[in-house]
């Protein structure tokens, strides 16, 4: 079993800046890669930023310069720093992970998705 849960959403005026945290738990043996998505009311479910295990990342044009994905291995922990927020960052933010978890006496990849943090963005 394999929980990941967000937390660090809120409620922030435009140009302030937001924390959020996925953490992942339970019978890992590896964290691979991690996504940032963000959902905002009618509209589709969009990438923000991606780490991947060798620490590379990636970042969607909207939030190049601002945001800032980042990750702790030895705690299971990512993070997405989020500085200059604009209004039009509002959206439920979801942490999606790719991990290695045992099956048995081997390894497999799976993949798992937060609940979800609210973040909105006062103007």
Known sequence: QVQVVESGGGLVQAGGSLRLSCAVSGSIFRLNRM??????????????????SDGSTSYADSVKGRFTISRENAK??????????????????????NVMVWLGSR?????YW??????????
């Open 35 to 52: 996504d940032w998505f963000r959902q905002a009311p009618g509209a589709q479910r969009e990438l923000v930023a991606t780490i991947a």
């Open 107 to 111: 390894t497999v990849p799976s993949t």
């Open 114 to 123: 937060g609940q979800g943090t609210q973040v909105t963005v006062s103007s």
């Open 76 to 97: 299971n922990m990512g993070y997405l720093q989020m500085n200059s927020l604009k209004p039009e960052d509002t959206a439920v933010y979801s942490c999606n992970v």
